[in-house]
């Protein structure tokens, strides 16, 4: 991995981090990262995992586009507690966009709607984003844009549900 990216993915935890705390969430980064970036919970009873992918944009005529990379195996393997990916957007010298997707839905998307490439044990997602609408391989993504209430969904769901 270029020495970029491993600063560009660290800055998106962080910022990632940031929205999380104004919204009272308690994070802690593993020492060791296999697969969870961020725990994060509002209170001991109930932890869920975070899986921040961060990116560049590149920009488009009326668009931007995020392209990110995920290993088929952590998206297709439910864990509990369920696991999120947060894909962060880095966009004209700021953050822009953050897209909250529980790994459920992800692996929905992936194998009822053919989001995302294959290509082995990893498929590409490529989002693009304009002001008004968030898409991802045809699909409309725009209620995932900054939905960070699904976290907060989540964390009501009994034990087992989910």
């Given at each position: 991995m270029a020495r970029r990216d491993l600063?560009?993915?660290?800055?998106?935890?962080?910022?990632?981090?940031?929205?999380?705390?104004?919204?009272?969430?308690?994070?802690a980064s593993p020492e060791v990262d296999i697969g969870d970036d961020l725990l994060v919970a509002q209170d001991l009873a109930r932890v869920l995992r975070v899986q921040v992918k961060t990116c560049r944009a590149k920009e488009q005529k009326t668009s931007y586009v995020g392209q990110f990379r995920l290993p088929v195996a952590q998206v297709a393997t439910p864990q509990t507690p369920e696991l999120f990916f947060v894909f962060a957007l880095f966009r004209r010298r700021a953050w822009s966009d953050f897209i909250i997707v529980s790994r459920r839905t992800l692996h929905e998307e992936h194998v009822l709607y053919e989001v995302g490439s294959a290509t082995g044990t990893h498929f590409t997602l490529r989002i693009r984003l304009d002001e008004a609408s968030v898409r991802c391989g045809g699909r409309d993504w725009s209620g995932y844009r900054a939905d960070w209430s699904a976290l907060f969904r989540a964390d009501r769901l009994p034990p087992g549900r989910g």
């Open positions: 600063f560009t993915g660290r800055a998106g935890e962080h910022a990632v981090i940031s929205h999380l705390l104004m919204r009272r969430w308690q994070v």
